[in-house]
């Protein structure tokens, strides 16, 4: 069944990951979830943590909760996209998942041992009163020596027109054109998506959305980690095990709840 919880945040985003959530395991149909997860479980052997319960937070249709179950977490999953956490519950393995706001998340305390959160799902909120709330939900579902892994797009990733892309040739039933802009002063990256599904008799189905991810700077981060509780963490370029640099795209974030 999927729960509903009412929510003081609002999300401007418009339709974000409705329409796109039946394309949504097409679209990212190279991402290597897998590789991802390979990253994730190097993590918690550098942090010498054994998880068993799992959170999949924003998990999307739920491709890193469905690779954890299948090397033998038992997984849950949050997201706020009801259209998203359909095919989360759907998939194979079947990943049980809620419908929740990261910043309000209706599930109990301290019931899971690993909170993670992939693909720059904490982008999307687009506040630091919010990334805290976020921060605060995560430590407080979390057990004691639990472990909060999450990454975030930088601000040299969502500043450099990255999300402007287009596939609008070739065989691919998908066309899309994205168009990213890149407000400096509130630090958000707005990406007006267009795209175009041809269904097996030939007719096209258009929708369009309209995403916004905010970059964090690594003081913003820590500064929620620590307000949230959380004592030890560290940040890492992405995929590997050195510092964040200017340069990184990616960072991913480990933090313990002692
Ligand atoms: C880029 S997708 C990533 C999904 C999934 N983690 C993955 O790796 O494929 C971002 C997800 O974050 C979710 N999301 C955005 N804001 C959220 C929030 N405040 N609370 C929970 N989920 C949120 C979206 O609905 C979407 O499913």
Redesign the pocket.
């Known amino acids: 069944m999927l729960l509903r919880r009412q929510s003081q945040?609002t999300?401007p985003g418009r339709g974000?990951?409705e329409g796109v959530a039946d394309f949504?395991d097409h679209l990212?149909r190279g991402?290597p979830?897998d590789e991802?997860v390979d990253y994730v479980e190097a993590l918690l052997h550098r942090w010498e943590a054994r998880p068993e319960d799992v959170l999949?937070?924003?998990?999307?249709?739920?491709?890193?909760g469905a690779e954890m179950a299948r090397r033998g977490y038992h997984v849950w999953g949050?997201?706020?996209?009801e259209p998203?956490v359909r095919h989360c519950c759907r998939r194979d393995p079947p990943v049980p998942a809620i419908v929740?706001?990261?910043?309000a998340l209706g599930l109990r305390s301290q019931a899971f041992d690993l909170v993670v959160?992939?693909?720059?799902?904490?982008n999307?909120?687009l506040d630091l009163q919010?990334f805290q709330a976020?921060m605060q939900e995560a430590y407080r579902v979390l057990r004691p020596k639990g472990l909060l892994i999450f990454d975030l797009n930088t601000i040299r990733a969502l500043s450099t027109e990255m999300f402007s892309q287009s596939s609008l040739a070739g065989p691919d039933p998908l066309q899309y054109n994205w168009k990213a802009q890149w407000k400096a002063r509130e630090r958000i990256c707005r990406v007006d998506m267009w795209f175009a599904y041809r269904h097996p008799d030939g007719h096209f189905e258009e929708f369009e959305e309209t995403h916004y991810q905010r970059a964090y700077t690594g003081g913003e981060v820590t500064g929620a980690l620590r307000k949230a509780g959380f004592r030890s963490f560290k940040s890492y370029h992405a995929y590997r095990f050195t510092p964040v640099t200017p340069w990184s795209d990616r960072a991913y974030y480990v933090a313990r709840k002692e």
């Open positions: 945040f999300t974000e990951f949504y990212m991402v979830y991802w999949d937070l924003a998990c999307g249709t739920g491709q890193v949050a997201d706020l996209s998203m929740s706001d990261a910043r959160s992939l693909y720059d799902s904490l999307y909120i919010g976020a």
